[in-house]
Every structure is written in C-alpha cells, then in structure tokens.
C-alpha cells in the first residue's frame, strides 16, 4: 500500500477516466487524457536520465503542463520544485542550486533567464519549453503507465517563499504531506482516509465531482494541495493562469466553480470588488477558502452580506507544518475579534523551552503540529534543529508563528516572532495590529513593521494601501485602531502606498517593506 500522489491520482483515472480532471483556459483534459500525457512526460524524462530521486523544476505559471509535469515526476518517484515565476535569473540560479535541480520545464517566456541560469549550472542536464518542444517531447513517447511500484517514503519537497530569508526547501515523504495537507485525514476529528482506494472509491459513487479553483500559484502549498484534493476524489481543477478578477468570476460562472481558494484580502478584496461591479453568475459556489493569509474582518462582514450561501472559511498552515487550524466564518460570528481559528486535533502551542502549554484563556506559545510532519530542510539540518522538538516522545514542528489560547476555545493568531517589534521592552506581533489597520473600511491593506527608535529600541510603524477614492486622515486612522488595541502597538508613523508589498503567493513581504521604510524615511507620515 503507498500512499503517494501519483499512485492516488492514478487509482481516480482509473475509476473516473472520463471525468473532466483540469480546465485551463480554452483546453479541456479528461482524467484519461491528464494521466496519459502525464505518462508521455515521465517517458520523456526517464530517457533524458531523470529517474528517482533526482529533482525537476517547474517554472511556469498555473496551466496544463504545470500539473503534467509535477504528476509525471511523482510518477518516476523524482521530487518535482516549484520556481517562483517572478524570479529573475539571480533567484532562479538560487533555486537551481540549492535544490540540485536535474531539469526544468518553464514556460518560453522565461526562455533568457532559464538560458543565462543554465550557463552556470552543469548539473541541470534536461532543460524542455512548454510549447512546441514539449509537444513533440510528449508525441514522442508511449502514453503506457509502465512505472515500477512507488512508496510513500518517496521524498516531496515545497520551498518557501523566503519570508525569513532565503527560500528552504522543505522536505516531506509523500504519505506524510497528504496526511498533514492533501486531504489524508481529517484535521478536527484526527480521522485517517483508510486505505489509497477510498478516494476513488468515493469518486466512483458520485456522479460529479468538486470543481475547486486555486486562485493561488503552484509555487504555494495551498494551491498544490487545492489541486490534488479535487484530482484524487475525481474532481476537476480549474486554474486561471492571470489572476484578474472579473476574468475569476467569469470563470466561475462558465465551469460551474464549487470552490474558489485564494490568499487573503489581496485576492478577496479585488474579487469582491469585481463581483458587486458586475453581474455574475455565482450560483455553483459554495465555498471560498482563504490559505497562508487571513481574511480581514471588515471583507468577511461584506462576503457574508453579499454571498449569503457560500461558506467562508480561513485555513492556516505552513509548508513546514501543513494545516494548524480553521476558522469557519458565519453571519453570527464575531467579526470583530482578532484572527481566530480553531485548532486541528494534533496542534498545540509549545513554550520557548519546546514544552507543550496548557490550553488556559491567554497563555500564548508557538503554534506546533505533531503527527504527520516534515522530515526537515534540505540540506539545513542546522535550521531544521530550531523548527523540530521531541516533546514527551512525540515530534513536533514548529516554524515560529505565535498564537493565544482564549476562553471559548480559539486561538488568536499573533504573528511570527522574528517579525515581532520589541517597543520599549513591550512584543507587538504585526498580524495583530495589521488587523486592526484592515478593519478600518477605508483601509485596503497594510503590513506593520519595527523601525529604529532612539528612546524605545523600535517603533511601529505601517506601510497602509488605502482603497481607491478613500479620504481617510491619520488622526482617524490612529484613532480607529487605538480601539483594537492598546496604544502602545498603534503606528507612530505611516507610509501611505499604491500597493502594499507582498509575494506571489499573497504573504507578507516584510523584508520589502523595512526596505521601503529605510529608503522613503523622509516620507513618513505622523498622524496628529
């Protein structure tokens, strides 16, 4: 028995291989069809050297032979690498590197930096453009699904986006990822899928299946698993290569869309925005899920009012820890709170020391998962040593995010400690007053960092995106906020910005906003 993702999305082709498995655009692909041409890659690869273990890059924006090539990859048991897409030839090099990549396939627009990159890269043997390359690499070769057996040991590795640092790659075995993010088991309840069949088994009694959106790139966890949870239970994937939102809601109306996943307000918001513009069919959605980002509590108010029938959820995870927690979003719920969610059954919060805390109203710790958790960060084993921690004999991750356990339940999610600010002798987590910033209806989106203070060590300060049209002043903005939290974690200073900064995936880019802060100093703003 392996449960791996070629072997589960294989056992849905063979139970559904006329089901429509991925729509991109104006190309349609059954499960028969994505699992052939998937078989054709792997062909291709095999005879270029690449077998298992060796790693291939993607480096393409969401489409057909995104997908095509991580399945076909899993398939030789080798480690498919998602690239950033927004990377220039610096970056991409990095990648390459670090991730001792064997092959890429990358769309042809990234032709010259792919060119440049494998100038200095003797290891990166296989280099194939989507296109006319990689159409005649796929006639070449047999659609026959001849592959040997597969196991879930077989390694799975999802870089991160760099958010404290360089990207690392995080490695995880096959039946562990989909346990801890692909759908293997149920994060309230702790229940297992039972056996590889089940899946298809379900699929195979249901005469349709979920059609799921990622909205988000490969590149992110989220968007990978969104796609895989919906291909092994014989749904269909629909990926929208440009993210534009009436092109979405388009889409949505056209495929008859289930689920929309995006990353927080940065989606949700333009989204929101198109939708009330225009009219839109919405009525096969029942569900928008928001991955890696929260939704701010002033959108989920409107979301509730505007979509009354569509269940709203924030999920929170990371690629070192897979789910951690949920919140599901309601007309009664209270919107006002901070971000809260719900813990899965295996998350807990562990103190400084690595000891777990007990669940008491406002005892604060580092969120942790045990169970189903990564093998570590390819080659970092330092790195890995300050995430992992054996607490009564059990293994727990923990990459640094910290959280408030409170009196009904919940947990308030506080930020990430490396981003914290230290004013004065008092910790302020960002995502806290970030969220009290984003509350404010005139507020788009803001990302709250530490900058030099002579009296204090820091202060906090803020990069805020108005919405278009806003007219808000500071000393209303200050105000509001000083409401949500107490004033010592209010901005002393502003930076009003067309676009707030952040990463492809939707996360905050703090080290990009310090950046703009040391650079545009004279251009904070002091509210009144």
């Known amino acids: ?229 919906a291909l092994n239970s014989g749904g269909t994937v629909v990926f929208v290569p440009r993210f534009d939102a009436d092109e979405v809601w388009r889409v949505v109306g056209r495929h008859r869309v289930n689920v929309l996943t995006v990353v927080g307000d940065a989606m949700a918001k333009p989204l929101l925005d198109a939708y009330l513009a225009g009219r839109y069919d919405v009525s096969s959605l029942w569900a928008l899920s928001s991955h890696a980002a929260l939704f701010s509590h002033s959108l989920k108010q409107q979301y509730v009012e505007h979509f009354p029938g569509v269940f709203l959820t924030d999920v929170i995870g990371s690629s070192e820890s897979g789910g951690t927690g949920l919140a599901v979003v309601t007309k009664d719920s209270d919107h006002t709170q901070g971000p809260r969610v719900r813990f899965g059954a295996q998350t807990a919060l562990l103190d400084d020391d690595g ?41 727990y991750v923990a990459p640094g995010d910290y959280a408030r356990y409170e009196a009904d339940g919940t947990v308030t999610l506080l930020g990430r400690s490396s981003e914290s600010i230290n004013t004065g002798g008092e910790k302020v987590f960002p995502e806290e007053v970030e969220t009290a910033l984003k509350s404010h209806p005139e507020v788009f989106d803001a990302l709250v960092i530490g900058i030099p203070n002579e009296r204090f060590g820091q202060s906090v300060a803020a990069v805020v995106q108005p919405r278009p049209g806003a007219t808000l002043t500071l000393t209303e903005l200050d105000a ?38 040391a650079e545009h100093g004279a251009d904070m703003r002091v509210p009144r």
């Not at 590197?97 to 032709?111: G, I, M, R, T």
């Not at 080659?379 to 004999?393: H, M, Q, W």
């Not at 502003?494 to 703009?516: C, E, F, H, I």
């Open 355 to 395: 000891n777990l805390v007990p669940p008491q109203p406002g005892a604060v710790g580092r969120m942790a998962r045990t169970g189903h958790v990564p093998l570590g960060y390819y080659k970092d084993p330092e790195k890995s040593k300050t995430i992992f921690f054996d607490v009564d004999g059990n293994r």
């Open 1 to 229: 028995m392996a449960f791996h993702v070629a072997d589960l999305f294989e056992h849905a082709a063979d139970t559904v291989p006329d089901r429509i498995a991925l729509i991109c655009e104006h190309r349609t692909l059954t499960y028969r069809e994505l699992d052939e041409r998937a078989n054709r890659l792997a062909h291709h690869l095999a005879a270029r050297g690449i077998g298992v273990g060796d790693h291939v890059g993607v480096y393409s924006r969401n489409g057909v032979e995104a997908l095509e090539t991580m399945l076909a990859t899993y398939k030789l048991r080798a480690v498919s690498v998602c690239v950033n897409y927004r990377y220039v030839a610096d970056e991409v090099r990095y990648i390459v590197e670090n991730a001792d990549l064997k092959a890429l396939v990358h769309e042809p627009e990234y032709a010259a930096v792919v060119a440049e990159v494998r100038a200095a890269a003797p290891g990166l043997t296989e280099v194939l453009a989507i296109g006319a390359d990689y159409d005649a690499a796929l006639a070449a070769h047999s659609p026959a699904r001849d592959f040997g057996p597969r196991s879930g040991d077989d390694l799975y590795i999802l870089y991160t986006g760099g958010t404290t640092g360089m990207p690392k790659g995080v490695m995880w075995r096959h039946e562990d990822v989909w346990r801890a993010l692909g759908g293997g088991i149920n994060h309230v309840t702790g229940e297992y899928v039972g056996d590889e069949w089940e899946l298809a088994r379900n699929a195979a009694a249901a005469p349709t299946g979920i059609v799921m959106a990622p909205l988000s790139p490969l590149i992110h966890g989220a968007a990978q698993w969104a796609a895989f949870i």
């Open 480 to 517: 509001h906020v000083r409401t949500k939290v107490a004033g010592y974690k209010a901005p002393r200073g502003y930076w009003l910005v067309d676009t707030v900064m952040r990463q492809p995936s939707g996360k905050a880019n703090y080290p990009a906003a310090k950046r703009y802060a």
